[in-house]
């Protein structure tokens, strides 16, 4: 997919600009967290007033790109209108973020605690038929 | 939060589970019904006031219940909804209603009708104002993952936690209630298709219809009413999950371990005088992780527990005598009262062909509420029934 299509697919049905940016000069994309400057705490996604002090004014903080598999599942009865199977889990970030996704592979392919990368695809079709663009995690180097 | 003065049960009520076409209301009407008359109760006056507990049929479902057996009017009737934890919640606020001295008699109801209104062939998942449900996540799933975690950590097969369903139909037997019931193998629960890896469909709870009801009362209208054997309301508590985007230990639940803490500190009754439970075994997963969670055994010990046979007949605790949601199925409205209502038999020794004996004089109820982004579970009510 050529730049140019998928800056007009993100347009149309792109969940969700304050969670993942994929930068204009072609650099990788990454996760936004939110860095309170109140009280310091990151959070994602972001929360607006942090739930710890109700601080109204957030530093961005690009995420790693890279975290542990916590646990997997290939989902074979899913939710009304989405194909299956698919998989998603919990990748947790070294910021102490944990981030639920779904995992970019074939089913029966991933193992707790292996490291995955962050990638960007489609999560579902929306109710217009339009496909959703957000953040999905993949096997390094896959 | 202790109850104030203490509380009982005077009689209890459900419809079988299952498939039904029947209405969530009609339903919830026959066990309330069932509930009031094995409660003395003859006509609609005597209720002081009605909590109705169903997660997905609508607006006004309470009213809607019971309407026609002429409640309306009087009184008032409070709809509950807290996904899952919704009957178990409507108790909790008769409960409460009773012990703060507001009613002398009032009424909880479940009631739910999934087949009537959902796809067959889809799962339930939280509202899509959620993050991980944009994502595609279905509870199946969320359990999935707490399985997969649980197996990689502590070395548990799929053939294990298969054991929970083969126990609880086999509890199910002769329940005239239970939906699924009687013999089935380990291989047949493993060899059932794939619903959310590693979790087969029978390792799942049906979705399923029916309803619950309990009677609330004052020790003094237990009097009045002449209950032979009321059940006291040791203790209820209700709790919202913990929430936190951050790594954190899923083969426990936080809510669970919480609640039935203070379930024990309010009641004064320890995991080890517990005789029957009736947990939120929705998927098999779940009801291993909360032997641990309740304290029946220890931590990492939870299979060691089923193994030995300490969750069944003959053991330390009888874990879902009922059968549990693996046998009757899961209206998410109407699983935590119908939980009391077949504690209530049991501590009655009403429940011929699945009877635990000795007669159980402790019972502890569960139900988790709601897949919610950052917390295990969004709501999680207990029960502590005493038989005096």
Partial sequence: MGDNSMQKQLQNTFFHPDLLEIPADGSPAYLKGYRCRACGQLDFPKLNPCPRCWGEEFEVVPLSRRGKLYSATDIFVGQAGMKTPYTFGYVDLPEDLRIFCQLDGPTGSFRCDEEVELTVGTIRIDSDGALVTSYKFKKIGS | ?388
């Avoid at chain 2, 990689?152 to 139909?169: F, P, Q, W």
């Avoid at chain 2, 919480?258 to 500190?265: F, H, K, V």
């Fill in chain 2, 1 to 388: 939060m202790k109850l104030q003065r203490d509380v009982y049960i005077a009689g209890v009520g459900e419809t079988k589970f299952g498939r039904h076409q029947l209405e969530f209301d009609a339903l919830g009407r026959i066990a309330a019904l069932e509930a009031l008359k094995s409660s003395n109760i003859n006509r609609p006056d005597m209720i002081q006031s009605a909590y109705v507990g169903n997660g997905t049929n609508g607006l006004v479902t309470g009213q809607t219940a019971l309407k026609d057996l002429g409640m309306c009017g009087h009184m008032p009737i409070i709809n509950v909804e807290s996904a899952c934890s919704a009957g178990g919640m409507a108790v909790h606020l008769a409960a409460r209603d009773v012990a703060s001295g507001f009613s002398e008699v009032s009424l909880a109801v479940g009631c739910e009708n999934h087949t009537l209104h959902m796809k067959t062939g889809t799962a339930l998942s939280p509202a899509m104002t959620d993050i991980e449900t944009v994502h595609g996540a279905v509870m199946t799933g969320k359990y999935a993952l707490r399985a997969q975690r649980y197996m990689y950590e502590t070395g548990a097969t799929i053939e294990d936690l298969a054991l929970i369903t083969v126990k609880n139909r086999r509890h199910a037997t002769n329940n005239p209630y239970a939906w699924f019931k009687g013999e089935i193998s380990v291989e047949e629960v493993v060899k059932s298709r794939v619903v959310a890896s590693p979790l087969t469909l029978q390792q799942c709870c049906g979705i399923a219809d029916g309803a619950g009801a309990v009677v609330v009362c004052s020790e003094d209208m237990i009097r009045k009413l002449g209950i032979e054997k009321p059940i006291k309301i040791a203790g209820t508590v209700v709790r919202s999950g913990p929430y936190h985007n951050r790594p954190r230990d899923i083969t426990g639940d936080d809510i669970t371990e919480a609640c039935s803490r203070q379930l024990y500190e309010e009641t004064g009754i320890g995991p080890d005088d517990v005789d029957i439970v009736e947990l939120h075994d929705a998927f098999t997963i779940a009801e291993l992780l909360y032997y641990e969670c309740f304290g029946l055994c220890g931590k990492g010990e939870g299979l060691k527990f089923l193994r030995d046979g300490n969750a069944t007949h003959g053991g330390k605790c009888v874990v879902s005598p009922r059968g549990g949601m693996l046998s009757y199925g899961h209206p998410m409205g109407a699983s935590g009262a119908a939980q009391i209502a077949a504690c209530v038999k049991q501590m009655r020794n009403q429940c011929t062909g699945y009877q635990v004996d000795p007669v159980p004089r402790v019972a502890v109820t569960h139900v988790t509420g709601g897949g919610l982004s950052g917390t295990e579970h969004a709501a999680c009510t207990m029960h502590m029934l005493v038989r005096p």
